[in-house]
């Protein structure tokens, strides 16, 4: 079982860019994936996620209008798509799988990936 990130990169300020979080092992569609990031010196929070029942949950003010997650059963994959970045949200990106349902606190998922690392700066 694993799940592994993908398309971190440097981006300007105001750029975008879409996180992949390919699963393997096990079918996205029957478990809660979420996002979470981790800036340096700082706790790692809850981004967003999505249950297995395709219900959607972000827990970030300040990504709200701006993150969108989805998830490509057909691929096994869940993107974060990140739009109007910031210097904000510059960390290290993790995928993880949960239970059925979404929660906040990362002890309640199981399976995590290696990170992938997203630096906003001009």
């Known amino acids: 079982l694993q799940v592994v990130e993908s398309g971190g990169g440097l981006v300007q300020p105001g750029g975008s860019l879409r996180l992949s979080c390919t699963a393997s092992g096990f079918t996205v569609s029957y478990y809660g994936i979420g996002w979470f990031r981790q800036a340096p010196g700082k706790e790692r929070e809850a981004v967003s996620c999505i249950s297995s029942a395709g219900v959607i949950t972000n827990y970030q003010d300040s990504v709200k209008g701006r993150f969108t997650i989805s998830r490509d059963i057909a691929t096994n994959t869940v993107y974060l798509h990140m739009s109007s970045l910031t210097p904000e949200d510059t960390g290290v990106y993790y995928c993880?799988?949960?239970?059925?349902?979404?929660?906040?606190?990362?002890?309640?998922?199981?399976?995590w990936g290696q990170g992938t690392q997203v630096t906003v700066s001009s």
């Open positions: 993880a799988r949960g239970g059925a349902r979404c929660y906040s606190s990362w002890d309640d998922y199981g399976y």
